[in-house]
């Protein structure tokens, strides 16, 4: 077979053509590969939130704080500098900076706001962790693996929440009660609020939940649209702690 | 060579000195003695084999440990397709409840020291 120069050209021409669409065709044919696929359904989102509702909230009660950190061994140290919360109280003021002025009414002004670990979307604290001791679940627990905790507190710098205590001293003689079934923490570790994860995973609905006789506490699927949380989030106006830092908090108050 | 004796019986007080507890245990009758383990429990056949637990439950227990923490996967089957919760308090500890008997007679005779009662909670000893 002979070929000219006019000819050799043409074919090459058309060969760098083809070479050049190849990637365009394949994200193409991948894009419908990947609709198809999420059309079955088989997956079923999960995203665990939760709502606090001030108004059930009856000033003086502790009972989610007694029940949380009776279940989870945490400390009673009362000298603030060593102090170790994973849920409490702080005047409304000061949980919702961005959200004060002179004039606030309602009877919100100075009564406290129960806080407690916000399971960021996007959590500041995972993301500085040095030994991914910090990390976020599929269902978006952010969980602390204290084994790998080094105890360097990037992660209480990086919390806008204050969500996070340190271990000072040795929390075991602060306990007054030790639940067998729980671990306590050692000194130098940082600990904070698991979501009772390890109450959900034997089915159970988290401890300061279950001890609020008010309601004040609705914990549930925020990804369900039938579920409760959802719901209570349809039918009433709610605010987050400082969303403007996109961390994405995932405790929603009604105040 | 005009030290040879005194050379020579300076390398045997070395060596004696060197090899001091060696021959102490012997002479005390401490030689080659194993700790011995008071195997309390309510079952008969642990988690996996005894020989296997007796080498490797360190590596079993990292890996509930991951397991648990990382995964949130708590059930652990074993060879013969018994589960078990992957628990060092609860399942562990339920059995061998004599922790002092049990753990740390092995621990100390091995000179390892284990940080996982630093917060994992030991049960006061049940009695059998």
Known sequence: ?255 | MNNRGMIIAGIIIFLCLITFPIWYNVVGGKAAYTPELKIVSKEKQCVESTKYMRSQHMQLLNDWRNSVVREDKRTYTALDGKKYDMSLSNTCLNCHSNKADFCDKCHNYLEVTPTCWNCHVVPEENKL
């Open chain 1, 1 to 255: 077979m002979k070929i000219d120069r006019r000819g050799f050209l043409k074919i090459g021409g058309l060969g760098i053509l083809g070479v050049a669409v190849k990637p365009v065709i394949d994200v193409v044919s991948k894009a419908k590969l990947a609709e198809a696929s999420s059309k079955k359904g088989v997956l079923v989102e999960k995203r665990l939130a939760m709502v606090v509702n001030l108004k059930n909230c009856k000033e003086g009660c502790t009972d989610c704080i007694a029940a949380c950190h009776g279940v989870h061994n945490v400390p009673d140290i009362a000298n603030p500098k060593d102090e170790v919360k994973w849920i409490w109280t702080e005047s409304y003021e000061n949980a919702f900076p961005d959200q004060e002025h002179r004039f606030i009414g309602g009877g919100m002004k100075g009564s406290p706001a129960i806080l407690l670990c916000n399971h960021c979307d996007n959590p500041s604290c995972v993301r500085v962790c040095p030994t991914k001791a910090t990390f976020k679940r599929e269902d978006g627990i952010v969980m602390m693996d204290y084994h790998r905790c080094i105890g360097c507190r990037f992660c209480m710098a990086a919390c806008p929440y204050g969500s996070r205590s340190f271990n000072w001293r040795d929390p075991r003689p602060f306990i007054k009660k030790v639940n067998p079934e729980f671990p306590t923490r050692t000194k130098g570790v940082v600990e904070k609020c698991n979501f009772c994860e390890e109450r959900l995973a034997k089915g159970l609905i988290p401890a300061c939940v279950e001890s609020c006789k008010n309601k004040a506490l609705v914990f549930g699927n925020v990804e369900d649209p039938n579920s409760e949380v959802r719901e209570i989030l349809r039918s009433n106006y709610t605010i987050r702690r400082k969303p403007g830092l996109g961390t994405g908090p995932q405790i929603y108050y009604i105040v």
